[in-house]
């Protein structure tokens, strides 16, 4: 059970969670020409301004006005791939505008309508930083009981931010990998937490990503040779052969097929150690996708070789 969770973990090891918190960033309306339109914001880009998916009859043209909810007005003003640039009229404060409009984007997998509790049930008990559109899976198994669990076992915890973006549900539609465009996604990382890192590693420790996104922050942050600080954004796409620098065991979901994190899982565990795994779940009648089950990792593949380190 996952309760059990803290007796894989040992006193020294470095547990990261990513601190993301969704936000109500989908809008139903309609468009000027009176047909029905969806909006998924996917990113804040200045006061009134966003990139969004755009859903409606017809893709809406640059100059085209959207309603996407009672008094809301935005103008379309071009377009970045799949994106759309949009200024909402009169609206200053996007996020609380999305607050008192908006609703959970839940996964599209999840075929009704948010609910008000969704607001706190697809969340995890730490997000803290606003941003996301989609929950970091692999922490919403957590509560504070675990985590104190956790503390008690004499293992550090420590906080990332990773904004999930509707990117992360998108499959792999090409057959040579080196063609898959990948989404972007924001993400934070602080000097202390660079150093508990760099602590955790010289003292023989493990550390412990919760879930895909915290994998794709620490890698992203050491691309160039060590872990560095800072913000940005990222477009890590990790696939078998990807030579691991930060992260010694994974907490996570069991994915999608043909998902980039599945791919990403497959780097770390090795494939066919994944596979077996894959095949036990579906035998004993695991759930997959967001409130699913998990699995540990607690030691990477050894590079080349596909099985534990």
């Known amino acids: 059970m996952f309760s059990h969770f803290p007796e894989l973990l040992e006193p020294g090891d470095l547990v990261i969670f990513n601190d993301t918190r969704v936000i109500p960033a ?11 339109v969806e909006v998924l914001v996917e990113r804040i880009t200045g006061p009134g301004s966003v990139l969004a998916h755009v859903r409606s009859g017809k893709s809406p043209r640059a100059g085209s006005v959207l309603f996407p909810g009672t008094a809301i007005e935005a103008v379309v003003e071009g377009r970045e791939n799949d994106l ?23 996964p599209p997998y999840i075929r009704r309508p948010d609910e008000p509790e969704d607001h706190e049930r697809y969340q995890t008990v730490y997000a803290r930083q ?7 899976t692999a922490g919403l198994h957590f509560d504070e009981q ?25 499959p792999v539609r090409v057959d040579n990998l080196d063609e898959h465009v990948m ?41 160039g040779g060590t872990l ?9 796409f990790i696939t078998p052969g990807f030579h691991f620098r930060v992260v010694d065991a994974l907490l996570t979901n069991f994915h999608l097929p043909e998902s980039t994190l599945l791919m990403l899982v497959c780097a770390f565990a090795g494939y066919q150690r994944t596979m077996n795994a894959y095949r036990h779940a579906i ?26 380190a």
């Open 26 to 36: 989908r809008l139903t309306g309609r468009r000027d020409s009176g047909g029905r």
């Open 84 to 106: 759309f640039r949009l200024r909402f009229t009169a609206v200053d404060d996007v996020p609380d505008m999305l607050e008192r409009h908006g609703h959970v984007p839940l």
């Open 130 to 136: 606003p941003g996301a559109i989609a929950a970091p």
């Open 146 to 170: 675990t985590l104190q669990h956790i503390a008690t076992r004499g293992v550090e915890t420590g906080y990332i931010t990773l904004h999930v973006g509707a990117g992360t549900f998108q």
């Open 183 to 223: 989404h972007r996604e924001y993400f934070e990382i602080s000097p202390e937490v660079c150093a508990r890192i760099a602590a955790t590693h010289a003292r023989g420790g493990r550390v412990v990503a919760v879930g895909t996104t915290v994998v794709r922050c620490l890698e992203s942050a050491a691309a």
């Open 228 to 236: 560095q600080p800072g913000s940005g954004e990222t477009r890590l």
């Open 283 to 308: 035998a004993a009648g695991y759930r997959f996708f967001s409130y699913g089950d998990a699995m540990f990792i607690g030691a990477r593949a050894a590079p080349g070789r596909g099985v534990a």
